[in-house]
């Protein structure tokens, strides 16, 4: 069977015993502070399991992407080196929401195993919870007399809490669990071995296929375990290591899920896959990640510096590394997988079809970026080893290379030849160049890298990480038991209440409340819109407490708040703040006017990808490869104006079947989770029709006026407007007005400013055209009266003095002229440009080549004085500081680094 084929069967099987098949939830996590990326197949579901949520089937099963690269499950550093960890996998599973159970789940999982897919038998074994006395849990004796009707006792192995007890996180839905492992060893091997000495012992060919989780209790914040609502199955099979199995392959790797790309890697390289493992394990590495980066990237998330853009960005640069060193792929390569990517998942995942372009040329920019810092990284590495290697051979008095070739030189001198764990530290943290590849160049020189120094570098970075995010949650208090909460935001701005719960959490020291209200007019932060801010008032309308922000956490809003209601069980009024609301609803309702401009303007491949609106403006990110022109944006603005004054009504539609609304023309977003039932938001049916679950004007001409403030590039084939409407964009247009005014007085009431300033500018440069004469006039006089202060030490011919000049290049000027007419020449100035201490060194280029001396590392001793640093070229350096007082000392100082 073909990958699709055993993808399908799956997907059929559990059609079959009435389960709705559901499509894969993004892989970028949104609205759920304790996850990143989708991590499992159940995260999509953790609403329902905790009892948040209504299920709108009893049964479902899917197809879900997920990604294991930070936190609890983190797989990174095995992937590519083992056969079967990846960073990207698809989890195929089957869910009972408060339906089936146990018996179900383990008679359909062995049904479909050894019936429909046809593993052997013999080759199974499952596993049980074995129980853990520290927690109260007993051994899950019900699993154990299930499975005895499939397997012989002697086949059901006893598992801890580690491996057959399922949790998500620290927190939240967990439970017992039964999973099913297969041996793929050759015959002669499971009959020298019995296979269940073998399982969860990391046996590359004795694996878990799948997982029947038991979904029973809750983990609280102490530790302790609260049963849930209702009894749920949560089943995952990895769908990589399941063709595997039916392929009877020995590695992941080798089936037609990665084949196709790692062929295509091999062809492009020169070098077959199967003919040396440290190729065979980059192919591995650049297939893997391929498929992390653009399923991410076509979910919405760009690379970037920090949280999920970092982890993502962080992947790349490993596959390009790999690249780089071990198939010798200098040039940017990894982007030319994407469309052979986008091939295999026809049908199954068309967001990536619909997406490729766009993701070639993001992992395209990635990996040109990369390959920069690669070299920087390698100069900087060279440097460093090249000065340490100098520094080794004067205080030993010895050729560092010949003494490679006497063993008993070498074991001493190698003790020395440690790179600074800091400095491969710095490496890493600053230039984003890879501690593995680090150790890597060092070997080749034979040497080495305090890695114990780099990893209490490491950790202090990592320790004021945790400090800055560290979050500290409580568990939920109920204080009124009420399943559903509503959302009356779309129709009023105030509305009476009831607490349901709370909870504490303390962030950077400060203690905040998080509150759920029975019903709430306050919009919590989703889809670019920001949350509401208000306050919540007491029934007498006598007593209030502010709420700062309005967040959704797996689809529950939670109002933020610095302190709790006195009486926590009565009754309350939740007061939106109506002046931020109106204005963030007309930046709102703007973002689609303006997404509809750009289709008009640009094409119909704009695409928005990312946004931003609150009470003060509109950020915009959309899909576009060049600069927008002036007049595209004045034909966009000019759009956007026209459709506000046509003062357009909006028209609402609530609870519209999904693939009906599809239907209509809707546009809906990459990256984003629909239910079954949408909500359109339509400015004319001819111009604007999006999904959205957002604040809106009732009208365009509410707007009153829209103003594009900005336009630049975030990403490849990523541009962002900014622009603000209403009273914003008055003021905005009040200030312009009044700055031109400003100008025209300055310029004496000339009409025609562009003339006046074009001429101001022509006038300033014919100025400075000037005063640079009279600079080169006044160097060429005084290089001569410089000259008169060289002084002759140890055959070099040393001149440090002060020199008054206006700028930087004068100064250099003057030292390249000296220069010329100075043999042996070993020159210092110091300078005082703008009220700046700075330092200049320049030294002939026969010093450089036969004394070794290095102006870059002279220049950085002498600033010491002026608590600065700088650097530069071998014979020309500058630095610049803060101690203007430290100058004289630079003078005296100078003469000493040629003694």
Not at 147 to 171: A, S, T
Not at 526 to 537: A, I, M
Not at 588 to 614: I, R, Y
Request: hydrophobic share 40%; glycine share 6%.
């Amino acid at each position: 069977m073909t990958a699709k084929e055993i993808r399908h069967a799956y997907l059929a099987f559990f059609e079959s015993k009435q389960h709705n098949i559901v499509s894969s939830a993004p892989i970028v996590v949104k609205n759920d502070p304790t996850l990143m990326f989708t991590n499992a197949g159940m995260n999509q579901f953790k609403d329902i399991f905790l009892g948040e949520a209504p299920a709108r089937y009893p049964r479902v099963t899917d197809t879900q992407r997920c990604l294991r690269v930070s936190g609890k499950h983190n797989d990174l550093e095995e992937v590519g080196i083992d056969t079967y960890h990846h960073t990207m996998f698809e989890m195929l599973g089957n869910w009972s929401f408060g339906d089936y159970f146990k018996k179900e789940a383990i008679a359909w999982s062995w049904e479909l195993l050894t019936e429909v897919y046809g593993i052997p038998k013999d080759k199974l074994y499952v596993s049980i919870f074995e129980g853990d006395e520290k927690e109260g849990l007993p051994r899950d004796t019900e699993a154990f007399e299930l499975w005895k009707q499939y397997v012989p006792e002697d086949r059901i192995v006893l598992g801890n809490k580690k491996d057959n007890f399922w949790e998500m996180g620290d927190m939240g839905p967990c439970g017992p669990c039964s999973e099913i492992h297969v041996d793929c060893r050759p015959d002669h091997e499971r009959a020298a071995t019995s296979g269940k000495e073998l399982v969860n012992a990391d046996h590359p060919q004795v694996i878990e296929i799948w997982n029947n989780v038991f979904m029973q209790f809750n983990r609280l914040k102490d530790g302790s375990l609260q049963p849930l609502p209702a009894q749920h199955v949560d089943t995952g099979m990895g769908f990589e290591r399941l063709v595997r199995v039916l392929q009877n392959k020995a590695s992941n790797y080798d089936t037609d899920v990665f084949q196709p790309l790692i062929q295509f890697i091999a062809k492009k390289a020169g070098i077959a896959y199967g003919t040396d493992e440290k190729t065979d394990i980059a192919m591995r590495v650049m297939a893997d990640h391929i498929r992390a980066i653009s399923f991410v990237i076509a979910d919405g998330q760009l690379p970037a510096n920090n949280k999920a853009g970092y982890v993502i960005r962080r992947i790349l640069r490993r596959a390009v590394r790999y690249a780089y060193t071990f198939l010798d792929l200098k040039e940017p390569f990894l982007n030319q997988l994407v469309p052979v990517l986008a091939e295999q998942f026809k049908g199954v995942f068309e967001e990536l079809v619909l997406q490729q372009d766009f993701v070639q040329k993001v992992v395209l920019e990635e990996e040109v970026s990369f390959l920069r810092t690669l070299a920087t990284g390698i100069q900087r590495f060279e440097n460093y080893t090249a000065k340490q290697a100098d520094f080794l051979m004067s205080e030993n008095a010895i050729d560092l290379e010949k003494s490679f070739e006497d063993p008993w030189v070498y074991s001493i001198l190698k003790d020395q030849m440690v790179i600074s764990g800091d400095f491969a530290f710095e490496l890493q943290d600053t230039y984003g160049f890879p501690i593995d590849l680090t150790e890597l160049m060092a070997r080749e020189k034979r040497w080495s890298v305090d890695m114990e120094e780099y990893q209490k570098s490491l950790q202090k970075q990592k320790a004021r990480s945790r400090a800055a995010t560290a979050i500290d949650t409580g568990d939920w208090i109920t204080v009124h038991d009420d399943p559903e909460t509503e959302f009356v935001g779309y129709d009023f701005l105030e509305i009476e209440t009831k607490i349901l719960k709370y909870r504490q959490v303390t962030a950077k020291g400060k203690e905040q409340y998080q509150i759920v209200l029975q019903k709430t007019p306050f919009y919590g932060e989703s889809g670019g819109q920001v949350g509401d801010t208000g306050r919540l008032e007491d029934h007498s309308r006598m007593f209030s407490i502010e709420i700062t922000d309005t967040k959704k956490e797996n689809g529950v809003i939670v109002h933020f708040a610095d302190s709790l209601p006195e009486d926590i069980d009565g009754q309350f009024w939740a007061v939106v703040d109506e002046d931020k609301r109106v204005q963030t609803n007309n930046n709102h309702s703007a973002t689609h006017l303006l997404h509809a401009a750009l289709k008009s303007v640009l094409g119909d491949h704009v695409n928005q990808k990312g946004s931003l609106v609150n009470a003060d403006y509109l950020r915009f990110d959309f899909s576009h490869f060049t600069k927008i022109t002036e007049d595209e944006l004045a034909a966009i603005e000019h759009i956007v104006n026209k459709r506000v004054r046509d003062n357009i009504a909006l028209k609402e539609q609530r609870l519209v079947p999904y693939e009906e609304a599809l239907s209509s023309g809707v546009t809906a977003l990459f990256g984003e989770k629909y239910g079954d039932f949408v909500r359109i938001i339509t400015f004319d049916d001819n111009y604007s029709k999006e999904l959205c679950g957002g604040t809106h004007v009732q009208a365009t001409g509410q707007i009153g006026y829209f103003k594009i403030i900005s336009e630049s590039a975030v990403a490849a084939g990523v541009r962002r407007i900014e622009a603000i409407t209403a009273d914003r964009a008055e003021e905005y247009v009040i200030n312009q007005d009044k700055e031109i005014n400003q100008l025209k007085t300055l310029l004496k009431g000339n009409k025609d400013l562009t003339a006046a300033v074009t001429a101001l500018i022509e006038e300033n440069n014919k100025l400075k055209k000037e005063a640079e004469k009279a600079v080169v006039e006044r160097s060429g006089n005084l290089k001569h009266e410089i000259v008169h202060h060289m002084k002759t030490i140890n055959g070099i011919n040393m001149i440090a003095v002060h020199v008054d000049l206006p700028s930087a290049d004068a100064v250099k000027n003057l030292a390249f002229s000296i220069k010329d007419i100075v043999d042996n020449l070993y020159l210092v100035f110091t300078t005082l440009i703008d009220d700046k201490p700075g330092i200049s060194v320049m030294l002939s280029d026969n010093l450089v080549t036969d004394k070794k001396l290095n102006a870059s590392n002279m220049v950085r001793e002498l600033a010491k004085d002026i608590q600065g640093g700088g650097g530069g070229q071998p014979f020309y350096a500058t630095a610049g500081g803060k101690n203007k007082d430290g100058l004289a000392k630079v003078l005296e100082k100078a003469a000493t680094l040629i003694q």
